[in-house]
């Protein structure tokens, strides 16, 4: 088994990066892994990284494998934000460990698994590492396409195309890793749209297949401006409560930790000269929820499209498989009942919503808004 069985479906997509372990002459310092959500970006790029640091390529045994691919190696930095942005802080101090050479391993690599997330100004701060990086300093940087990326970074990178891996290949990795029975494992890889990390979640948690059925559901369950004004509420008020019990027990622990680390016993006054980290700890936190909570709300939106995705298949009588499998009797039934006008009036309804969101609108407005427009606007054709 080699670090790169875990880049599910992309044997073609990552030779490049394979190429330039076993040839110094295809090798350059700084790399944009791209693709969809997904498909792998992140994989990749620490299969990269632990390649790059391995003697026989990227065995996955060896020490050096096996450090990289934990995050734990002492030469490879791996930076995936849970904030909405990556700071000017952040980047600056990627930069100053760019500056140093390997401690140990055979080269430095920094890893970006959000590098869209950088506004024009910390793209910016970044370029000059990127134009003349240090000898054995390799950037690789992840994002959903290159026009994520400041054109003045992505013009400076090898770029790295991933693509959606095959339902089939996800479901036999589930199969093989997870000891995933393989008729739920495909369901999961189907539903999850080959995303591999949310295939898992829903072959593993039954709760989050439960919760997935009750998002899937709106699709029938609005009728009117009342049932519309309360999907649109329940679904911002599960995002809330997700967010809140991801988030809660680690805000605790980092609190905690960082009382002790500035010497204030538990309950205790906190220093005013002190109260300025505690500020910027607590703004921390409130960033992390809200990316999580926009994460949340964004993913009920997509299970929703691929939904109406379904059901327009069914209507124009499409022979491409069907993306909820456990729910085909309830598209058939909405296909029945509704028009293909019908099916993409919502979604445009729920393209805009994501839209909306990505743009910082309230979400609770956003999804009212949406709400209203997935109401039956034609009489039902039985």
Same mark, same amino acid.
């Given at each position: 088994m080699t670090v790169?069985?875990?880049?599910?479906?992309?044997e073609?997509q990552?030779?490049?990066?394979?190429?330039?372990?076993d040839?110094p002459?295809?090798?350059?310092?700084a790399?944009?892994?791209?693709?969809p959500?997904g498909?792998?970006?992140?994989?990749?790029?620490?299969?990269?990284?632990a390649?790059?640091?391995?003697?026989?390529?990227?065995?996955?045994e060896?020490?050096?494998?096996?450090?990289?691919?934990?995050?734990s190696?002492a030469? *490879?930095?791996l930076?995936?934000?849970e904030?909405v942005t990556?700071s000017?802080d952040?980047?600056?101090?990627?930069?100053g460990?760019?500056? $140093?050479?390997?401690?140990q391993?055979?080269w430095?690599?920094?890893?970006?698994?959000d590098?869209d997330r950088?506004t024009?100004r910390t793209?910016?701060?970044?370029?000059k590492s990127?134009e003349?990086?240090?000898a054995r $300093?390799?950037w690789v940087?992840?994002?959903?396409s290159?026009?994520d *990326?400041a054109?003045?970074i992505?013009s400076?990178?090898?770029?790295?195309?991933l693509? $959606?891996?095959?339902?089939?290949?996800v479901a036999?990795?589930?199969t093989?890793?997870?000891?995933i029975e393989p008729?739920l494992a495909?369901e999961? @890889?189907?539903a999850?749209q080959?995303?591999i990390g949310i295939a898992?979640?829903l072959a593993?948690n039954?709760?989050?297949?439960?919760?997935?059925?009750q998002?899937?559901?709106?699709?029938?369950?609005?009728?009117g401006?009342?049932?519309a004004?309360?999907a649109?509420?329940?679904?911002?008020e599960?995002?809330?409560?997700?967010a809140?019990?991801a988030?809660e027990e680690?805000?605790?622990e980092e609190?905690?930790?960082?009382?002790t680390t500035l010497?204030?016993?538990?309950?205790?006054r906190?220093?005013p000269?002190?109260?300025?980290?505690l500020?910027?700890?607590?703004e921390d936190?409130k960033r992390?929820a809200?990316r999580?909570k926009?994460?949340?709300?964004?993913?009920?939106?997509?299970?929703l499209?691929?939904?109406y995705r379904?059901?327009?298949?069914?209507?124009?009588g499409?022979?491409v498989?069907m993306v909820n499998?456990?729910h085909?009797?309830h598209?058939?039934d909405? @296909?029945?009942?509704?028009?293909?006008?019908?099916?993409?009036?919502?979604?445009?309804?729920l393209g805009?919503?994501?839209?909306?969101l990505?743009?910082n609108? @309230?979400?609770?407005l956003?999804l009212?808004?949406m709400?209203l427009?997935?109401?039956p606007?034609?009489?039902?054709?039985?």
């Open positions: 790169w069985d875990e880049v599910v479906g992309q073609r990552v030779g490049p990066l394979r190429a330039a372990i040839d002459g295809s090798m350059t310092h790399w944009l892994i791209t693709g959500p498909s792998g970006r992140s994989y990749a790029a620490r299969a990269f990284a390649a790059l640091q391995c003697e026989r390529g990227g065995c996955g060896c020490r050096a494998c096996t450090t990289a691919l934990s995050g190696h030469d *490879v930095t930076v995936a934000t904030k990556i000017i952040e980047v600056r101090d990627l930069i460990l760019a500056a $140093t050479s390997p401690s391993g055979r430095r690599v920094i890893v970006v698994e590098a950088m024009e793209s910016n701060v970044l370029l990127i003349e990086p240090p $300093t390799v940087l992840c994002a959903p290159p026009q *990326v054109v003045t992505r400076r990178c090898r770029i790295v195309g693509r $959606t891996p095959d339902p089939q290949d036999h990795l589930l093989e890793r997870d000891g008729a495909l999961c @890889a189907l999850a080959s995303h898992r979640r593993r039954p709760d989050a297949r439960a919760r997935r059925d998002v899937l559901a709106l699709a029938t369950d609005i009728r401006v009342g049932d004004i309360f649109a509420a329940d679904l911002v599960v995002a809330d409560a997700d809140k019990a988030t680690r805000d605790a609190k905690a930790q960082l009382m010497g204030v016993e538990d309950g205790g906190i220093p000269a002190l109260r300025a980290q500020r910027q700890l607590e936190q992390r809200t999580h926009r994460d949340v709300l964004d993913r009920a939106i997509t299970d499209m691929s939904l379904d059901v327009a298949v069914a209507q124009t499409a022979t498989p499998l456990a085909e009797g598209v058939r909405l @296909a029945e009942r509704t028009t293909l006008a019908d099916t993409m009036r919502c979604l445009d309804a805009t919503a994501r839209e909306r990505a743009g609108v @309230a979400p609770l956003a009212e808004a709400a427009d997935l109401r606007r034609t009489p039902s054709r039985r």
